[in-house]
Every structure is written in structure tokens, then in C-alpha cells.
């Protein structure tokens, strides 16, 4: 007999209930915004939308169905299973967020908020729920968005849907060598703030903002393509660092291979610092598109 589908709840915690956490109460989350000339009316109407949309999806699963939820601060110490069908129910990046943490899971992302998210992953309504999750348990179509991994020589592995950045955990210069990932080819010596490497998902966010502030001549990627871009921020000059490998097109099969020469560095994907991968001097990390794909329903 068959396990039944589990489906997976992921939202996070609202700026509302931030504020009740922070100020202890309704009244001086109030003052505390209107101090700062906000409303606190509109932060709670927000709230309200999106437990109201938690609440419909949750109501839509089917009884035969397993529920679980998990808030996005626990992501990284929840445990996904094959099974699990994920229901994304917030913002564009909330999705990303769940991503480095699945293997080929339908997802499914809910607009908690029409006309204010973007709408680019989470691209239905709560209402439509039902018929989505029945899609996805029949393997309905889904969009195959490229990934981005980091692969450490000690077996550390990240996986990011829009980017990766490595680079120095504050505001120090990162030092490493950098090249592609072939003993023919040079490396190159460099000191930089990091260096940033981001999928077709990822062109509307991060890697755009570089891409733009360049003036690159390379073309963004879809978000289905396996193409990836790499830029080198702030990268300097001087008689031991070069700066002729500054950007750069990574396709399906390419890595960038990248050497530490600092006492730490970090890689982090999609902005989530809290889980990066600690980098110290002599390692080496790899860095290209991943196998995994994130499954999204359209």
C-alpha cells in the first residue's frame, strides 16, 4: 500500500507578529510605528491575509492527505521527503528559501499578498489550492527552474534557486584565486568583496543589479535555461591581483573553481547567511548549475 502524499506548509512569521514579539503588545507596536510615521492597521490587515490564506490552503488538502508546516526559520532543520508535495504560501522569496532544501518536490507557491508580491514564484490564490494539489500528485506540468550549487572539497554542498554569493563574512576583501575549473587553465589571483554566480530565476534580483550596474554585454538567462552568470564584485588591482576574469558565463556542464586564500570566507545562497558553508584558507569550491531543478507548478 502506497503512502499518502504529505503536503508541506511553508510560510514565515509576519512583520505583525514581529512586532508583538519586539514590543510586547498591540498598543506599543502601534506607537512604535506611528513614531515612525507608519500605520500599524495596514501591517495587521497584511497579517490577516496571510494566516486567512494559511487557513484556506490548510482546509483544501485532502483528508487522506498527511499536513505538516514549517515556518522558514526552521527550514534548515526540517526534513523533506520524497512524497511531499510543498505549498509555498507568501512571498517570491519565500520560495527560493524552501528550494535549497528540496530534491525534485512539486512546489506550489501562494500569493498571500495580489498586487504587492510580484507574483514571478508564487503564482496562484489560495482558493485554487485543491485542484493544485490534486495536479501535483498526478504529476501535473511544471516549470523545471534552474538551480545554482556550491561544492566544497570537504563535501559541504549549497544549493541556491536565484544565487550564490562567497565572499568575506563582513566588510574585509576576500582573497582566493579564481578560474575555470580546469587544471589547463590559469587561475587567477584576486581581492575582491565576492564573487556572485546566479541562475535565470535569480536575473530579475541580485545578479540584474550587477549585470545593470556593468553595463554587461552578456545575455540574462531564463529561468529554465542552464545557463548561469558569474560577476566578481569590486574586484582591485594591484601587483598580486588581477582583475581580468570579472564575469563570465557558466553552461550546463561548466564549473568555476574557486581557492580560498583567506583565514574565512562564506557562501550562502538567496540571502539565507544563517546556513552558509564555512570556507577557510587552502579550500577549494566548485561552483556550477545543479542537477536538482526546482519543480514549480505553473
Known sequence: ????????????????????????????????????????????????????????????????????????????????????????????????????????????????????????????????????????????????????????DDTQRLLALNEIYLGPPGHQTARYRLGPDDDAAPAEAQASSGVLVGTGTGATGWLRSLWQERGSGLALPGPTEPRLLWFVREAWPSPATGTSQVAGVLAAADRLRLTVESDRLVAFGDGMESDALELTWGQTVRLGRSATALRLLG
Open 1 to 152: 500500500m502506497s503512502l499518502a502524499p504529505r503536503a508541506v506548509l511553508v510560510h514565515r512569521v509576519s512583520e505583525y507578529e514581529e512586532l508583538l514579539a519586539r514590543h510586547g503588545t498591540h498598543g506599543q507596536a502601534a506607537f512604535f510605528l506611528s513614531s515612525r510615521g507608519r500605520s500599524i492597521q495596514e501591517v495587521r490587515e497584511r497579517h490577516q491575509r496571510g494566516r486567512a490564506a494559511l487557513a484556506e490552503v490548510a482546509a483544501a488538502v485532502p483528508l487522506r492527505w498527511r499536513q505538516a508546516r514549517v515556518e522558514r526559520a526552521d527550514l534548515d532543520r526540517f526534513l523533506f521527503a520524497p512524497e511531499d508535495v510543498v505549498v509555498v504560501i507568501g512571498q517570491d522569496g519565500l520560495v527560493a528559501n524552501a528550494a535549497k532544501y528540496l530534491a525534485g518536490q512539486p512546489v506550489v507557491g501562494i500569493d498571500t499578498d495580489p498586487g504587492r508580491n510580484p507574483g514571478v514564484l508564487v503564482r496562484h490564490r489560495a482558493g485554487d489550492a485543491g485542484k493544485l494539489l490534486d495536479s501535483a500528485a498526478r504529476g501535473g506540468r511544471a516549470d523545471e527552474l534552474t538551480m545554482v550549487e556550491a561544492v566544497a
